[in-house]
């Protein structure tokens, strides 16, 4: 948000009862849309039914007599059987019966019609078969694989066959030629064309083609929205998943809004309501994010309350022999409890001292804060508890119950489980596990009559080893019962983070986030 910011929102004039988004993700589905001469996805069996059909009412409207006059083929109707002749009717669709993929002029039209522009896939939908039996007669025939201008759709993104004359000095042709992605052509064309940017110095080499590493994001996550306008170029990964975090931030903060909710394993954008209606203020609160209170995790928050214990109670001698050099005799000095521990003051040779703060269940001590607290190493302190002081505890029952840990972008709260539970899951040394996952794992233990306890509880009471924890507010810190989602695994995991990208374009229409320098923030 801007430094001068408005006491209230602008209120949004665009309705959020948008149908035009993409939908790009679950099971995609290729198809040809002749309405906008292009390829898209299908995100439905039932959709890329209508497509196909609608492809093969087309097919057969060509004027067929004017390609061929003959269209009779020698046949194998099945296996071990004897080869016949039969006419093919082309004003009929392609079928086991009408297999108009075996006649030559038949598919070199439909496969090089510019205007079509049907891969062997689209074919192959069109005519009930697969791929590779279309990539088979075509060779058979004699029809060779388009090459040039070709554009085609692999994965949802759009790929293109270069010409002859693209001589991309880090990308080794192959036998077909070089092939790109339309999205990175249209990037090197712009940039190109504008040598001035300070991007375009930086990312083009020859002053005409990428560079190797550098990423061309779609802003709206639409693969095959390959406008200018919708691409931004970042230098590296680092930077490009930096970006990604930013719009799972707005995610996060539209999930405490209510602006997208999550119902029953899946993500909904809420189009009855619109955060702008909300004042700063509390747009501000909303979006808080939690923070894990460890205490006295500060080593110097600890210095200051280890001067304020009444250390008169514990011991009523504070000398102790100080050999300044090895080859000194000792001197007695004076130690001074109610000051930092330092080489003139080094309490850690005090052994009531030092057994008060490592038995202390507040301050967590393990050897490296207690080194950390005197100025010593960890080996040293070590050394003066259990060599000279002959303190010794288990390391179980020293250091923090609860602390966090720094896992990707994230950090996630991990505590200490009780010594007899074995879950695989908390460490075998230390016996810590997620706390997130430990809540849910004990909610789901207490509650056997569930169904997903059934599902994902072995031994009635550990969830297995493949399920995921899912925090359902992107907040990682927030482990409450109600923000926790179990999956079944790391894919079902991965689905429902990515299902938020579906609402990036409509989001973006209806400007409740905005892109800037390459980052995604919330439009208020």
């Known amino acids: 948000m801007d430094k001068e910011e408005p006491q209230n929102c602008k209120k949004n004039p665009k309705s959020l009862d948008r149908k035009d988004i993409y939908l790009q993700l679950d099971d995609e589905i290729l198809y040809y849309n002749q309405d906008n001469d292009s390829l898209t996805l299908a995100k439905s069996e039932e959709e890329k039914s209508i497509i196909i059909n609608k492809l093969k009412e087309s097919i057969k409207n060509f004027e067929w007599d004017k390609i061929s006059d003959d269209w009779s083929i020698v046949h194998l109707p099945r296996y071990r059987a004897q080869y016949e002749t039969i006419i093919l009717d082309p004003k009929q669709n392609c079928s086991r019966t009408n297999p108009l993929y075996k006649h030559r002029q038949w598919l070199e039209f439909i496969y090089n019609n510019e205007k079509l522009k049907l891969t062997d896939l689209i074919i192959a939908q069109t005519c009930e078969v697969t791929t590779s ?90 693969p095959q929205d390959n406008r200018i306008e919708n691409l931004w170029v970042f230098e590296n990964h680092t930077e490009h998943n930096l970006s990604g975090k930013t719009l799972y931030s707005c995610f996060s903060d539209f999930i405490k809004l209510n602006q997208i909710f999550f119902k029953n394993g899946k993500y909904y954008l809420n189009r009855h ?61 004076l130690l001074n409890p109610y000051l930092d521990c330092t080489n003139e003051n080094p309490l850690y040779r005090h052994k009531e001292w030092v057994k008060r703060l490592v038995y202390d269940k507040e301050f967590n001590l393990t050897d490296s804060r207690l080194g950390k607290i005197c100025g010593i190493p960890k080996s040293k302190a070590l050394y003066w508890r259990e060599r000279v002081h002959n303190i010794y ?71 297995k080893s493949t399920c995921v924890v899912h925090h359902i507010n992107f907040d990682s810190n927030d482990n409450r019962l109600e923000n926790l989602w179990v ?38």
């Open 273 to 333: 309501f619109n955060f702008k209606d909300l004042s700063l203020l509390e747009i501000k609160k909303k979006v808080l994010k939690s923070k894990a209170i460890i205490p006295y995790k500060d080593i110097n928050l600890v210095k200051e309350a280890i001067k304020k214990i009444d250390w008169d109670s514990f011991s009523d001698d504070w000398t102790v022999k100080y050999y300044p050099t090895s080859r000194t005799p000792y001197k007695t000095i």
């Open 133 to 222: 039996t279309i990539n088979r007669w075509r060779k058979k025939l004699n029809i060779p694989t388009k090459v040039g201008n070709g554009r085609w759709i692999h994965e949802g993104r759009v790929n293109l066959y270069m010409p002859k004359e693209y001589q991309h000095p880090d990308i080794i042709s192959n036998k077909k030629g070089v092939i790109r992605y339309e999205h990175v052509v249209v990037m090197e064309r712009y940039l190109s064309g504008h040598p001035e940017l300070g991007i375009s110095k930086k990312c083009l080499v020859e002053g005409k083609y990428l560079k190797r590493g550098c990423i061309v994001h779609h802003i709206n996550y639409n």
């Open 393 to 463: 505890t288990r390391a179980k029952l020293r250091g923090f119950k609860r602390y966090l840990k720094k896992e990707g972008t994230k950090e996630i709260i991990l505590i200490r489980v009780p010594e007899d539970y074995a879950n695989p899951f908390a460490e075998k040394n230390r016996g810590f596990m997620r706390e997130h996952r430990y809540i849910l794992e004990r909610y789901l233990a207490e509650h056997p009559e569930l169904e997903i306890s059934r599902k994902y509880l072995f031994d009635d009471k550990y969830l």
């Open 487 to 524: 999956c079944e695994n790391g894919y079902e995991h991965q689905l429902i983070e990515s299902s938020l990208l579906t609402f990036v374009d409509e989001l973006l229409k209806s400007k409740l986030i905005v892109f800037r320098k390459g980052e995604y923030s919330l439009d208020c």
